[in-house]
């Protein structure tokens, strides 16, 4: 204050005058004080709610604690009208039960006061519904003051928006699972049923959702009943059966996943001893049948090809023929 000129005004804001009173006296003497005197104790008034929120982030806070109140009504109060277009831009469009004024605040459910009020605004407030009080930095001796008793209310911080985007997922794959049309998925995943822990299985399938960003499980739509039959099909072999412990969602697995068959495409499978017939489109069974060459199915390399009548493999007419080329 001693390096402004001494002809200069001085004005100091100051939220407990009191307090600043030896400041004030030693640098300008019976100085005009403004707002209530020192002396007399200043009565507060209440109950409200505050909310600490940065400055730039008021209107932000705006929809949040509409999300986290759901109140009836709304009504918020402003100094001036100079955040109205924020103020508006941040609120859902259209909806009557939100007002905006500068203002005496019409009667509401609740009653944010966006900029510090006054002790007679506050008091009119009060008297139109449940008020809260945002409370940027520097304002919180200023409430101390102003209003009792003060209760304080948390907006959702980064703990909360991750405990509700489980939430959302959650009710995600609920409503996958009650849809009930999984049958290709529980066909292609039950091999590694088998092999692995069905939450392990689950969790796995869990992070590669969320990695691609996905909001919702995929539907799974169901082919009409005809779809299946609507063309001429045959027989494939696969060098692959009951002895290898194969089983047929095994099979579908395959031609799902490694050879990229539509799972309606895939007709009856007849799972024997030694080997396995699949019914397949018979357009596209050399297709299906070379790609099957060489692919792993319970830890045996298969072969597989079209089946023109043979039902058994090569070489294996018998036992007895099959001992004797080993000797």
């Known amino acids: 204050m001693q390096d402004v000129p001494h002809d200069r005004q001085r004005i100091i804001l100051a939220s407990a005058p009191e307090r600043a009173a030896d400041l004030v006296e030693r640098y300008a003497r019976k100085a005009l004080v ?12 209440g109950p409200v709610r505050t909310v600490a929120v940065a400055w730039n ?21 402003t100094a001036d009208r100079s955040q109205h277009h924020a103020i508006g831009a941040a609120l859902p469009a259209g909806d009557d039960s939100i007002r905006v004024v500068t203002g005496d605040a019409p009667p509401a459910e609740v009653v944010i006061a966006f900029d510090p009020p006054d002790s007679p605004r506050l008091g009119q407030l009060l008297q139109a519904g449940d008020v809260v009080l945002l409370a940027p930095p520097g304002t919180e001796s200023y409430f101390e003051r102003l209003a009792a008793p003060r209760r304080p209310l948390r907006l959702p911080g980064p703990l909360e928006a991750v405990g509700n985007a489980a939430v959302r997922r959650r009710s995600a794959i609920t409503r996958g699972i009650e849809a009930g049309r999984l049958e290709r998925a529980l066909l292609t995943l039950a091999p590694l049923f088998e092999r692995y822990d069905a939450t392990a299985v689950a969790a796995a399938l869990y992070d590669l959702w969320v990695e691609a960003g996905a909001t919702a499980p995929p539907v799974i739509a169901t082919a009409p009943e005809a779809s299946a039959t609507t063309s001429a099909t045959i027989k494939v072999f696969v060098g692959v059966g009951k002895s290898d412990g194969a089983t047929p969602n095994d099979l ?16 009856r499978i007849e799972l024997r001893e030694a080997y396995s017939l699949v019914e397949l489109p ?16 319970r830890r045996k390399r298969v072969v597989a090809r079209v089946d023109r009548g043979r039902t058994r493999p090569p070489g294996r007419a018998s036992g007895l023929g099959e001992i004797r080329r080993k000797r």
Do not use: M
């Open 57 to 77: 982030r008021r209107t932000a806070a705006l929809s949040e604690l509409l999300e986290l109140l759901d109140p009836q009504s709304l009504t918020i109060w």
């Open 34 to 45: 403004l707002g209530a005197p020192a002396d007399v104790p200043h009565r507060s008034l």
């Open 252 to 267: 579908v697995a395959v031609l799902t996943k490694e050879v990229r068959v539509a799972r309606e495409k895939i007709g």
């Open 282 to 297: 018979a357009q596209e069974a050399e297709r299906i049948a070379s790609a099957l060459n060489g692919v792993t199915i």
